[in-house]
């Protein structure tokens, strides 16, 4: 089985632009979150995202937003970017996104915002 | 989700095993212990995780106390190619798939 894919997989931006990053899921997965990784805050949960429904949402600004297709597809959305968007992020699916289950974690999209 | 306090580094031998423990003192009777690890700059990788039992899997096992107050993964035979951040989270059975990260553990294994 194919693991969940990220692109691109780097990406560099100036200041006042918007981004957006895909995330594919494993097949079957309906389960899709979000996180940001920095080496000031470390991994931090954005959202999730189930049936096409966020389910869940990080203490994040309203600048980051997301969206997930009816083929479980997800993508996020920052806005207005600024410098400290700079960060790894990251996306993870799971089945149902139940408690028991194992979330598996992608490579990663790296934004450079300059 | 209960809060997990880890010791930030530890280093370990090649071929020994390394215990990594994690405290998780406010842990309730439906939250999960996960253990990840992140290799530099990947995607964090899934090693196991358990509820009230011990588990072990082909990577690892992890060893919880029986008032569930703290665990411990072990890395039977420690390579090279296990450096890295290990993070222990505690996670509610509730529908939701949000996980919280700590600081980790910073292992690196040395020949």
């Known amino acids: 089985k194919a693991g969940v894919t990220q692109t691109p997989r780097y990406l560099i931006k100036t200041r006042g632009q918007q981004v957006t990053l895909s995330c594919s899921p494993i097949s079957g997965h309906r389960s899709v979150s979000w996180y940001q990784q920095t080496p000031g805050q470390g991994l931090q949960f954005l959202f999730e995202?189930?049936?096409?429904?966020?389910?869940n949402k990080g203490n994040f600004p309203g600048r980051f937003s997301g969206r997930q297709f009816s083929n479980s597809r997800s993508e996020m959305n920052v806005s207005t970017l600024e410098l400290g968007d700079s960060a790894l992020y990251l996306c993870a699916s799971s089945l149902e996104g139940q408690g028991g289950e194992t979330q598996y974690f992608g490579p990663g999209t790296r934004l450079l915002v300059l | 989700d209960a809060k997990t306090t880890q010791p930030p580094s530890m280093d370990c031998a090649e071929g020994r095993a390394a215990n990594l423990p994690c405290n998780h003192s406010?842990?309730?009777?439906?939250?999960?212990v996960y253990w990840y690890r992140q290799i530099h700059s990947q995607g964090p990788q899934y090693i196991i995780h358990?509820?009230?039992n011990n588990e072990t899997n082909e990577m690892a096992s992890l060893i919880i106390t029986e008032d569930r107050k703290s665990s411990t993964l072990i890395l039977p035979h420690a390579t090279l190619r296990d450096t890295a951040v290990y993070y222990c989270i505690v996670r509610a059975k509730a529908a939701g798939n949000k996980l919280t990260f700590g600081g980790g553990t910073r292992v690196l294994v040395k020949p």
């Open positions: 995202y189930f049936s096409e429904t966020q389910r």
């Open positions: 406010t842990i309730s009777g439906n939250e999960y």
């Open positions: 358990g509820l009230k």
